[in-house]
């Protein structure tokens, strides 16, 4: 196994109790600020060059640092925008870590990252950072950014987080233009070895249209060619608003599908679900994905939305999902991308069209393991 993959911090996070999805989120995102110099194609946040007037303040951040601790979530992730455009993330990065919370940064490969010192990243309390890569190319990634040079930021980012001895995940965005790329993609990751491969079905909100979304079928065979990976890879591969991968593991590889090596999510897990998303001005979604305005910590604790909004009740109940979603006997390990369900329909309970499978009549609901 690749030795990132059993790094002590990691396996604290693996090992932690936890209480389920009724009780508290398994990831918060925190977008700290919207700012970033990129200009990507895909944004969710439709990023801007400059932090927004009503960011949550330096004492309004700290308050919030504290309540999260109160959550205990498994899993803080500070984003954006670009998170180092905040002169104070690390010091938010401290403090978080102060009170006991597990934190990853997801920064936007500019020049302001490589300014950064690697090392007090870390010291600051960091463990894994986030890159993304969105094209397998030089060409294909810089345009995909908006930005020539951050193919090769994020290559050079990549090497100094190794350096570091800094965790890192890359994540790939898979989109109806650069999915012919996945081959390139799979041979750049050998070659980098992140400690993991977050690969991204394209959600349409932000900058990205319904255009953008690659067909189901082509993104079936890329799953099962990501599912002979697993346990083969020198790297973890996990998905992002792509749960039916999962789905795609346990058919091939039957009970050993539940498990993969990194840092386990519950089964289960999708918008709402095990995630909770808080936006630079407090707003409360159930991802950054699915931009419902649930709340604010500003005005509430971020526990009692996380519990006891109507909408965050719904999307746990896989009762309450529709079409071949709702009849699927993989639900519960499953649910389908309820963002990606809504970006196309409008109805975040409809079922995810980037999925092919159809459910088997009369199979009887299948339930959750512990972790995947």
């Not at 067909?215 to 996990?238: N, R, T, Y």
């Not at 389908?336 to 009887?364: K, L, N, W």
Request: proline share 6%.
């Amino acid at each position: 196994m690749n030795a990132a993959l059993s790094r002590p911090e990691w396996s604290k996070v693996e090992s932690m109790a936890y209480d389920g999805f009724d009780e508290r989120p398994f990831l918060v995102f925190w977008e700290i600020t919207r700012a970033c110099a990129l200009a990507c194609k895909h944004c969710r946040a439709e990023a801007q060059s400059h932090r927004h007037p009503d960011e949550l303040t330096r004492e309004e951040s700290s308050r919030l640092i504290r309540q999260l601790a109160e959550l205990k979530p498994p899993m803080l992730i500070l984003t954006g925008g670009d998170p180092l455009m905040r002169t104070d993330a690390l010091d938010l990065v401290r403090e978080a870590t102060a009170a006991g919370l597990h934190v990853g940064l997801s920064p936007s490969a500019t020049a302001r990252l490589m300014h950064a010192d690697f090392s007090e990243i870390k010291a600051a309390g960091v463990e894994r950072i986030s890159l993304s890569l969105d094209g397998a190319t030089r060409q294909t990634h810089d345009a995909f950014r908006g930005i020539s040079g951050t193919f090769d930021r994020t290559i050079a980012a990549v090497h100094r987080a190794h350096a570091a001895d800094l965790s890192v995940q890359i994540n790939t965005t898979l989109t109806r233009g650069n999915l012919r790329e996945y081959e390139a993609f799979k041979k750049l990751m050998f070659e980098l070895k992140p400690a993991m491969w977050s690969v991204f079905l394209l959600v349409p909100t932000g900058r990205a249209g319904i255009a953008d979304l690659p067909d189901p079928l082509d993104i079936e065979h890329v799953f099962q060619d990501m599912a002979s990976l697993v346990g083969k890879a020198p790297f973890a591969i996990k998905t992002t608003e792509g749960h039916h991968f999962r789905r795609v593991l346990i058919q091939r590889h039957g009970a050993s599908g539940r498990q993969r090596p990194g840092m386990r999510s519950p089964l289960g897990i999708r918008d709402g679900r095990g995630v909770m998303f808080i936006s630079h001005t407090g707003v409360v979604s159930p991802s950054g994905f699915l931009p419902f305005d649930c709340g604010n910590v500003r005005e509430e604790h971020p526990a009692d939305i996380y519990r006891h909004h109507p909408l965050f009740i719904s999307l746990r109940d896989n009762d309450a999902l529709g079409g071949k979603c709702g009849r699927c006997e993989f639900r519960a390990v499953c649910g389908g991308s309820r963002a990606r369900a809504y970006g196309v329909t409008g109805d975040p309970f409809a079922e995810d069209p980037a999925c092919i499978y159809q459910p088997r009549q009369g199979t009887a609901k299948m339930s959750a393991a512990p972790h995947a």
